[in-house]
């Protein structure tokens, strides 16, 4: 697996950009109507950590990724990402983040290479560097062979790294994965996770992800924070929030139940991995 080489292609952090925290959100609310999706998001991430935000379907995760991401705009509050306000310096936010959704991203109609070289063109790399950069992604995720199919013949797992490889080649801060694994089967799933360690432990990103896998959070999160009904209810270690329910050989299960009082239930093809992705958009 190569190494990924080259300058990055993104803003100066600010100069009062506090180091010790690279997203930060205050009192940060988004309505639909009447209808109060998240309510006084107080979060922050240090560089490089690992977080996770989870909850039951209709939590706000989703809202939460779609304000942080530039997507949708806040009714109320603040979040800032490396140092930007994603209100009012959107721009620079953008090109400090990676995304990739839960719905998919990559077309089916086009090789994966081809898909890469439109976000190259999409992140404004240099034409100089882009197919350098486009190489070593492809080599990082291990699709170097698979770089010339059509992407509608690959697997589930080779669509999530193809999107994962999209998402790095401008070199982000951090990187946003809204339900990384939806979809896939066990090998796959736990391919990404190890790719998921690596651009943490290899290239110091930061990783702020949804999952409904409770095993996935205990296994790849420094701390999670559990929302439900758009409020945050607790946040911590898996460690610390086990440890706090008093109850031998807890598990994050546990503590989910405990917060939110629901269970989540621990899947191929482009259009089984289109279908299954769509579903879970659906339900949030």
Not at 71 to 77: E, H, N, T, V
Not at 181 to 196: I, M
Not at 222 to 229: D, E, K, T
Request: glycine fraction near 8%.
């Amino acid at each position: 697996m190569t190494k990924l080489t080259g300058r990055a292609d993104r803003l100066e952090t600010p100069t009062n950009f506090p180091k010790s925290v690279i997203l930060e959100t205050q009192e940060l609310t988004h309505r639909f109507d009447k209808f109060t999706a998240v309510d006084g998001l107080n979060i922050s991430v240090a560089p490089g950590e690992v977080f996770g935000l989870l909850g039951p379907n209709g939590a706000g995760k989703s809202t939460v990724i779609k304000m942080l991401t530039t997507l949708l705009p806040p009714s109320s509050g603040r979040a800032t990402i490396a140092g930007y306000d994603v209100t009012h310096q959107s721009q620079a936010v953008r090109r400090a983040i990676g995304y990739v959704p839960q719905a998919l991203s990559a077309d089916g109609s086009l090789t994966g290479y081809e898909n890469l070289l439109i976000f190259a063109k999409l992140y404004d790399i240099p034409s100089k560097r882009r197919q350098q950069r486009i190489r070593d992604v492809l080599e990082f995720m291990g699709l170097e062979e698979a770089a010339h199919r059509l992407v509608r013949n690959y697997s589930g797992g080779m669509i999530r790294k193809l999107e994962i490889a999209q998402s790095i080649l401008h070199r982000p801060q951090i990187m946003f994965l809204d339900e990384p694994t939806v979809g896939l089967d066990p090998v796959a799933r736990s391919q990404v996770w190890n790719l998921v360690q690596e651009l943490r432990a290899d290239y110091g990103t930061t990783i702020f992800l949804t999952t409904h896998f409770l095993e996935e959070a205990d296994s790849l999160c420094n701390r999670v924070a559990i929302m439900n009904r758009g409020k945050v209810i607790a946040t911590g270690t898996p460690t610390d929030l086990k440890a706090g329910l008093d109850k031998p050989n807890a598990t994050l299960d546990d503590v989910f139940i405990q917060y939110t009082g629901a269970e989540l239930a621990s899947g191929v093809s482009y259009h089984d991995t289109a279908r299954t992705r769509r579903n879970a958009q659906r339900l949030g």
